[in-house]
């Protein structure tokens, strides 16, 4: 009798081990199922570092990007950020962040009428898989994106911070750090100009 109710009773207790051991920064919400099992909103990373940069005849100025490798949130080769090819405008953002949030059309919207001009490139910072994977969805947001699980970049960066807006030459150096709040079309494209030198319709 007593070894039929421990028959009865292991697949209950294992699929109460399974919720324990459930990552609890990554619950999957009613309804939407795992972002694991649904497709990425977001690009490839593969085409970052394509193109090698053209040496420049003026002086160089500004700060490479920090020597960090990261992961890109559709999978495939990690990317190295000092190999990334510019112009670049880089957002680290999280969507637990409302500014974040509020900026992010801005963004991809930059990224559909840059038209080869310049790349926008996201880094998701301190979030979790499922919420990034939501404001993708929900938001349109379309660009690549980067992960920094552990706010690498922002150390690196000395801030601490988002919304962050770095801004990269076509030599992968920062030209402008902004961490004014929640950007614009209008901010965006006038930051664009001042520090890449590129005119893209706001």
Request: charged fraction near 25%; proline fraction near 9%; aromatic fraction near 4%.
């Amino acid at each position: 009798m007593n070894r039929r109710l421990t028959l009865l009773a292991l697949p209950l207790l294992l699929s109460l081990a399974t919720a324990c051991t459930a990552d609890p920064e990554n619950p999957a919400p009613a309804g939407r199922g795992t972002a694991a099992a649904r497709p990425s909103p977001f690009e490839g990373c593969a085409g970052l570092t394509d193109g090698p940069a053209e040496p420049s005849v003026s002086e160089v100025t500004g700060d490479p990007l920090p020597e960090l490798t990261l992961t890109c949130f559709t999978g495939g080769t990690p990317v190295a950020l000092r190999d990334i090819r510019g112009p670049a405008v880089v957002n680290i953002w999280a969507s637990w962040c409302p500014p974040c949030r509020k900026e992010l059309p801005a963004f991809q919207r930059l990224h559909e009428r840059a038209d080869g001009q310049l790349r926008v490139i996201g880094v998701n910072s301190r979030d979790s898989r499922e919420g990034a994977q939501a404001i993708g969805e929900d938001f349109g947001v379309r660009f690549p994106m980067l992960v920094d699980q552990g706010e690498a970049v922002q150390r690196a960066l000395r801030r601490n911070a988002v919304p962050l807006t770095v801004l990269v030459d076509v030599e992968g150096r920062i030209r402008h750090i902004d961490s004014s709040g929640a950007l614009d079309d209008a901010r965006l494209a006038e930051l664009v100009r001042r520090h890449l030198g590129l005119t893209v319709p706001a």
